[in-house]
């Protein structure tokens, strides 16, 4: 509606100031800079929704100026720029225009054939091949924890449970998480040393080392909350990163890997069967 306000409005101003003029397909002209029009279709498909009329108003006029800025500028590069400035021009312009249009159906021809599910076997793998390449660079560790209220009256059940952590410990835990500050208890969570400290208020440099300890449980209490936490594992810097911690990352390399090997064999093919069609020659 408000797009509508503000094409009326221009096109109100452009009917008082001077013979209205269309394109081939009736499309009303709202500013000339040069020889060359912006047409009202145009207008509209760049304005934005605002909140007011006045806005809108405000918004299109920077527009039209903004578009006849540009359109001056061109002009005069056209009648001051010599002839070898413009042909260098002309070609950067084209060459472009032709990778855009080259990588746009390069991308859709990807998405059309290459298979984007990466098996567990391809993970594995990829992981086995390339362990140098997954060296930590600090500690990481497999934890859980639950800080809450030090008040809690379920604050025992709660530590037994997240020491067992069975299945129904889990879900135990699960139904309780609304009375907890903050949590984590995903079996596969691995974090870095610094984001742990990040995450766990109780933890700095000088003391880390102290939690550090495989399948141990801490309780850490403040003037606010209790912290529990149960450390389950951890791996030293310089040794190679659990698969789960990067599983993902390894999918996305795969997936990139697969993607390049196909456009690579793509460029190939498409040069054949230009060949072989006909579309192509290479006179000699």
Known sequence: MRN?????????????????????NQDPVVARAGNTYLYTSEL???LPIFSSDTDSVIQAENYI????????????????LNFEDQERLEELVQSYR??????????????SNI???????????????????????????????????SENIDLLEIKDKLIRFQEEDKRFLDSLSFQFNSYQLKDTFWIKKRRMIKTLPFLKET???????????FLVEDAFEVYLLFVNDFILRNEVAPLVSIENTIRKIVFNKRKLDFIKQFDKEILQDAIQTKKFELYR
């Open 207 to 217: 003391n880390f080392e102290e939690y550090l300890k495989k399948t141990q449980f």
């Open 44 to 46: 509209a498909k760049n």
């Open 4 to 24: 509508n306000f503000i094409l009326h409005f221009f096109l109100l101003i452009s009917f008082f100031s001077c013979d209205q003029i269309y394109n081939v």
């Open 98 to 111: 032709s990778d855009l249009w080259s990588r746009a159906y390069k991308e859709f021809v990807v998405k």
């Open 115 to 149: 298979d984007t599910i990466i098996s567990k076997e391809e993970v594995e793998s990829y992981y086995l091949e390339n362990q140098n390449n997954f060296k930590l660079n600090e500690v990481m560790v497999n934890f859980r924890f639950i800080a809450l209220p």
């Open 65 to 80: 100026n903004n578009w006849a800025r540009k359109q001056l500028l061109i002009d005069q590069a056209i009648i001051n």
